[in-house]
Nanobody
Framework: QVQLVESGGGLVQAGGSLRLSCAAS????????RGWFRQAPGKEREFVAA????????TYADSVKGRFTISRDNAKNTVYLQMNSLKPEDTAVYYC??????????????WGQGTQVTVSS
């Protein structure tokens, strides 16, 4: 079985930064992409960022471009989301995901249980 576990969420003031981590345990598949989604209260889950297996390709939602950076360390089976210049609108539960490729991230094969990020002014 594959398990994804997020960490690094918390409460931060607007303009601050947080770094989320997601570690994978169990079997992992060569070539799989990794990504992040989020869901705010009363809203649908939305895509945030994704990264290819080799790390050479990344994609971001327009709302976070220039502020968030996704990266991965395959030796540690971990993907990261560095979040800078946080805004109250970034408040959400953030979910780690894995998909067969970065192109298929809209339908992840695996999900983490989520970590809460709260941004206040």
């Amino acid at each position: 079985q594959v398990q994804l576990v997020e960490s690094g969420g918390g409460l931060v003031q607007a303009g601050g930064s947080l770094r989320l981590s997601c570690a994978a345990s169990g079997r992992t598949f060569s070539g799989y992409g990794r990504g992040w989604f989020r869901q705010a209260p009363g809203k649908e889950r939305e895509f945030v960022a994704a990264i290819s297996w080799g790390g050479g390709a990344t994609t971001y939602a327009d709302s976070v471009k220039g502020r968030f950076t996704i990266s991965r360390d395959n030796a540690k089976n971990t993907v990261y989301l560095q979040m800078n210049s946080l805004k109250p609108e970034d408040t959400a539960v953030y979910y780690c995901a894995s998909a067969p490729s970065i192109a298929t991230m809209r339908n992840p094969a695996y999900w983490g249980q989520g970590t809460q990020v709260t941004v206040s002014s």
